[in-house]
């Protein structure tokens, strides 16, 4: 579905089902350079299990209106606006890599509708290497191959997705080609340039689940550690065998860990 | 794993995830119909596609499921269905997008059962076709009308082996928001893969050069998951909320593979023309050395092709490969490895001459197939192409004298000697 924003088109899938702000509210909020299909396996299980579902597209990232946002601050005042504007109310937040940044300055700028905060592969910063930046600016098929390369476990890079017949490592690579160079440039240059994630994460108030994948060299054990160690009493899960992209490597798991917690913490009649 | 993997190691190992089981290393044949759900709940969801899984093997199955994964891997398409044969490919292809009234431009130069498909079946369903020389890209691009949904064609067209153009006709297909489907048989992924050129989606027999050894029927259809089905209004079915899911949104929720998922929920599903889970694992054993295979078809047609051009008895040779072809330069540009190994010539003497060959060679089998293993040779106007009308052969560059010749992995002496034999007879008739 399309909503104005601010004067500007939101995309957002709603799982198949419509929007109903009455219901408890499930955000999905994708990492650098991708979209709402990311969550593809995820978002139209809640929907049918009476959540109202927003898998949404950042500024400027396939269906939504540019210019994308520069800063994740930025990104996180979006987001408000977005939950203001639909009246979202009873909201559990599911974030991945970047989204988890935005999620965790949302979640400390906006606490007042928040029931749960789910963060997948994060730590609270995202340092970005000069080379993956320069590249997304002036070679982007090159950064594309460097973020999947490393955002993919192996089961990415055998192909092994858990859709028969899908290639989860292509059809991000598609995602992708359509958000650069600009989307992903400036989605790079705002994690690198977030600074807040320590203070953030202390001022949460709502519960917090964080997934740490095992494989992960874009999230590695160090960060999610720091990311761990500064939010209040997290509920903490490590999926061993998975790289940065949980919730298309290992969606079965994934999802029954963010079913559990958010079924626990903001219940849908 | 941190780089993507090349070409050879994804023919062995991409889609297959070893057997948590026993540790089976090949990928084993899932013989069954059904799967046991291990609730409810997981029931319902692989039902409204909210997680992937199987439930029956007309819509997905294990062993195809590898196949599948495995040829969308070598394409570098977003998501691939397979099913009982390539024409099954075609029809489910075309149907997942267009419907009564809609209309294809596509190429003269196509295998017969396209050709039919789209001239003689097709129209029955309401939907239409203009056919177009494979040469004459500016002419897809003045057929096209306003009802037109899709531009079809073969990279290497049959048997006339011209070359679709298809960084031109993709970019005519772009902009005016038209998919561009080729029908990829004759090249397969290790030759060219069709999507870096501007194609949308990718048709297979895979019964041919990707099997390879002649045993078992399928077809694949690879989504490229580079077309932008929501920038018009011209393709509902991708678009529009699907009743028998609840009303799903493909190209929402699925983005890059929504044209694929159309195929499985609808096509699958209500036509069901899948392919045999023992089919797939043969496939399978053939896919695992395609590059092994296509050089050596490559390398074989070149000796042929240098033997048949210096030969007495024959009066014309076609490949692209030859830079008498007028589809040299496309071949060596979309093409460098080599442009198959699919050859047609013409026997001096014609019709008679070309038939005596055909029934005196003893290693070259005289069959309607091509990219078998073992060299294939075959008289179109007689046999593949013999249900299309007399105009439509000339517009497909067949002769009465033609030969297709599909080069095999033979020891190319052999070849030689048996093709000598033919000549032989050809020539005794010639006499006549």
């Known amino acids: 579905m399309y909503a104005d924003v601010q004067g500007k088109q939101v995309f957002a899938t709603t799982g198949g089902k419509p929007f109903d702000n009455r219901k408890p509210t499930v955000i999905f909020l994708h990492g650098s350079g991708l979209d709402h299909t990311f969550w593809g396996l995820h978002s139209r299980f809640f929907a049918f299990r009476n959540y109202a579902v927003l898998a949404l597209d950042t500024p400027g990232h396939t269906n939504s209106a540019g210019p994308p946002l520069t800063s994740i601050e930025a990104m996180a005042d979006w987001l408000n606006d977005v939950v203001e504007e639909l009246d979202a109310s009873n909201i559990s937040l599911i974030a991945h890599s970047q989204g988890c940044l935005v999620a965790l300055e949302f979640a400390a700028r906006y606490p007042e509708r928040l029931k749960s905060v789910s963060l997948v592969a994060s730590g609270l910063a995202t340092p970005v290497n000069d080379a993956l930046i320069k590249a997304a600016e002036e070679d982007p098929e090159a950064a594309i191959a460097m973020m999947l390369g490393w955002g993919f476990g192996s089961a990415g890079h055998l192909h092994q997705g858990p859709i028969p017949g899908n290639s989860m490592v292509a059809g991000g690579r598609k995602v992708m080609r359509g958000n650069v160079p600009n989307e992903l440039a400036t989605d790079l240059k705002a994690c690198n340039a977030y600074q807040n994630g320590r203070q953030a994460a202390a001022a949460i108030q709502a519960p917090v689940q964080v997934i740490i994948a095992g494989k992960d060299r874009m999230a590695p054990a160090k960060a999610t550690a720091d990311l761990v160690e500064h939010l209040p009493d997290p509920e903490v899960t490590l999926i061993e065998e998975s790289g940065h992209m949980v919730p298309q490597e290992v969606p079965n798991q994934c999802r029954q860990l963010l079913r559990d917690f958010v079924f626990s913490n903001n219940p849908a009649t | ?432």
């Open chain 2, 1 to 432: 794993m941190s780089r993507f993997l090349n070409f050879d190691t994804l023919s062995l190992h991409a889609g297959q995830i070893v057997d948590p089981v026993f540790g089976a290393r090949a990928a084993p044949i899932y013989q069954t119909t059904s799967y046991v759900f291990p609730d409810t709940d997981t029931a319902s969801s692989i039902f409204n596609l909210e997680r992937g899984g199987h439930a029956y093997s007309r819509i997905t199955n294990p062993t195809v499921g590898v196949l599948e994964q495995r040829i969308a891997a070598l394409e570098g398409g977003s998501a691939a269905v397979c099913t009982a044969s390539g024409m099954a490919a075609t029809f489910c292809a075309i149907t997942a997008i267009l419907g009564q009234g809609d209309h294809i431009v596509a190429s003269t130069q196509m295998y017969g059962g396209n050709i039919s498909l789209m001239k003689n079946t097709l129209p029955r369903f309401g939907i239409t076709a203009t056919f177009v020389d494979p040469t004459d890209t500016d002419g897809f691009a003045k057929a096209i009308q306003d009802n037109t949904k899709l531009i079809y064609g073969e990279l290497i067209g049959n048997p006339g082996l011209d070359i679709l153009d298809l960084e031109a006709i993709g970019k005519i297909g772009a902009d005016q928001h038209i998919p561009f489907m080729v029908d990829a048989t004759f090249n397969t992924p290790y030759l060219c893969r069709c999507f870096d050129y501007g194609a949308n989606m990718t048709i297979h027999s895979v019964t041919k050069w990707m099997g390879g050894h002649g045993v078992a029927i399928g077809g694949v259809v690879v989504d490229g998951g580079n077309f932008d089905w929501g920038a018009t209004d011209k393709y509902p079915t991708i678009t529009e909320p699907y009743a028998p899911f609840q009303g799903i949104n493909l190209w929402e929720e699925f983005g890059p593979s929504a044209f694929a998922t159309r195929i499985r929920a609808e096509a699958m599903r209500d036509f069901g023309p899948s392919m045999a889970p023992m089919n797939a694992f043969l496939l399978l054993q053939g896919l695992e050395t395609l590059s092994l295979r296509m050089d050596k078809h490559l390398a074989n047609t070149m000796e042929l092709l240098d033997f048949l051009t210096n030969h007495d008895q024959v009066s014309w040779v076609n490949h692209p490969s030859l830079a008498s072809h007028s589809s040299h330069e496309l071949a060596q540009k979309y093409l460098p490895k080599g442009a198959g190994s699919i050859v047609s010539f013409g026997v001096k003497g014609g019709r008679e001459a070309g038939k005596a060959f055909i029934e005196n060679t003893e290693l070259a089998s005289h069959l309607a197939n091509v990219g078998d293993a073992k060299t294939l040779v075959i008289h179109p106007a007689t046999t593949t192409h013999s249900r299309i009308d007399a105009e439509a052969l000339v517009a497909a560059g067949i002769t009465e004298d033609m030969v297709r010749l599909s080069v095999g992995l033979e020891d190319v002496a052999d070849i030689k000697a048996d093709f000598e034999t033919g000549f032989r007879a050809a020539k005794r008739i010639a006499k006549v």
